[in-house]
């Protein structure tokens, strides 16, 4: 719509960002390279993968210095035992849930290839804002927005202005950009949301 309104006007239009979408819901990727090889496994594999296909397994290098003290009284490494660590992380996946994404069907379309919310598998839920990763959100925004027949709701954040932001972006009201004069015109307008 923006696009044709510059068109007939012949005006430029910043999109300032608008089209880059900032609630991120957090998913839990299955994966499994016996059970869905190259992504060519049997439909619903993940039902019956025994390999924990929710989680990775990384290593940790830990290094333990040794350290000995000289007669004239320094400290000098002289040597350093390293042990591997091993830690089980979920396979996060950020998903864009905005109506201009795939008609908003991207968390249904994870969904369909077997991924997971984190509290489904006794992980922390996270903060739908782009990047965030905070766990536990407290702000839950149930306001939902339609634009051309597909729904939106907010979300859930760990800061208010998280949810101010993202309310504003789904009624498509430009945002002020945090920056010199604009700083006090932009909290105003934060503050200003309903986000409930
Ligand atoms: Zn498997
Ligand atoms: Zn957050």
Redesign the pocket.
Known sequence: MQKAKQEATGTPLSQGGLNRPLKMVNMVQAR?????PRGQGKRG??K????D?YYTVREEEVRHPKLEQTEDGRTIKTGEEVEIEYHKVPNWKQIADDPKISSGRMVQIQRERGSVFPEEIGEPPICDYLNCWEPNPTIHAKRVFTHEGVQTVVGNYHHRDEAAIVTLRLNETPVYVGVDKDMERRRAQLDAVNIL
Do not use: D, F, M
């Open positions: 499994c390279s016996k059970c869905n594999w993940w019956t993968c025994k390999h296909p």
